[in-house]
């Protein structure tokens, strides 16, 4: 029961945190998050980024737990972002890739997380191209999971880095318009940014070419997906927007026919300076990254005074330090 006070760990001492119960054994997606919940993560990553700002910017908080990053998938910011979260907790960090591993050897992932819990591991974050692949590992291991993307289905941490991003620039989203263009139905950013944004009382728009945005966002939501509202036309959605967020195309998206051309997109969805002059004067851009510079995005915008993109990365830490502080002082917990 979240907001329910205890006695505070030596731990959540020095880090200085508020002692709140936290329930979740795993973090594998946002789409059940109350607004506590959530508000939760968001003070644990004040306190993590307090610990951050600090000459030696670590805590013994985790010492002793085992964070096995475990990675199907390339990344930059989330796999880097994990480990030094995780090393600034004082814990002890494995990666492995699938490429190094005994996966090229033909190991099933329910043998990997087996494996890697035979070893020790408490918490693995893990990747994996396929959706609900962190949901399988889990009925087959008795490790915590933080999802760190799978599939097209959810990218919890990151939607609360993009929230924690927003909270730190732009105070609370509740009423806030809130555009989000791109390959919508591809995305496992989108999806989770969704939930998140609408959870906490944001008005999201989707905006992108029919081909991808998801048809049932379009119909009657009736309480199965979160509120939101389609227009297709970014240059009226992106009217008096507070937040614009631009999503990643996949070069790969044409050649399978969803996209006349990468030239033509560009001329309609690109946010460029023109584009951005429409939204509300102090909007903000973010991007989740990798950039396509040039496809949705033009470089002047990615790297303007608007842009949040590098904080995005940046607050990446702190949020993750918080879910891996979260889950882990749990385990210790159900422990005791
Ligand atoms: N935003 C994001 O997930 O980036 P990486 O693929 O580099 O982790």
Known sequence: MVGQQQAPSPAVEEIGAQPTRW???????????SVEEIELVMSQADAMSEVLS?????????????VVNLFYENSTRTRTSFELAAKA???????????????????SLVDTVRT?????????????????????????????????GDGWHAHPSQA????YTLRQRIGSVRGRKVVICG???????????????????AQVVLSGPPTLIPREFSGPQEGLLPPVRVDHDFNSAIEGADVVMMLRLQAE?????????????????????ERLARAASGAVVMHPGPMNEGVEISPAVAHGARSLVESQV???VAVRMALLYLVGNRRREARS
Do not use: C
Request: zero cysteines.
């Open 23 to 33: 329930t979740r054994r795993h973090v594998l997606d946002i789409d059940d998050f």
């Open 54 to 66: 600090r000459d030696v910017p670590r805590v013994p908080a985790l010492r002793g737990v085992t």
């Open 89 to 107: 907790l004082g814990a002890d960090v494995v990666n492995i890739a699938d490429s190094a591993s005994s996966v090229t050897k033909g190991e």
């Open 116 to 148: 890697v819990q035979a070893l020790g591991a408490d918490i693995v974050v893990m990747r994996h191209a396929q959706s609900g692949a962190p949901y399988l590992a889990m009925r087959h291991s008795e490790v915590s999971f933080l999802n760190a």
């Open 160 to 163: 609360l880095l993009d929230l």
């Open 183 to 201: 390959d919508v139905a591809h995305s496992r950013v989108a999806r989770s940014n969704i939930w998140g944004l609408a959870t906490m009382g």
């Open 253 to 273: 998206r044409q050649q399978s026919g969803l996209l006349p051309s990468l030239r033509e997109y560009a001329l309609l969805y690109q946010l460029d300076e």
């Open 314 to 316: 940046t607050n990446g």
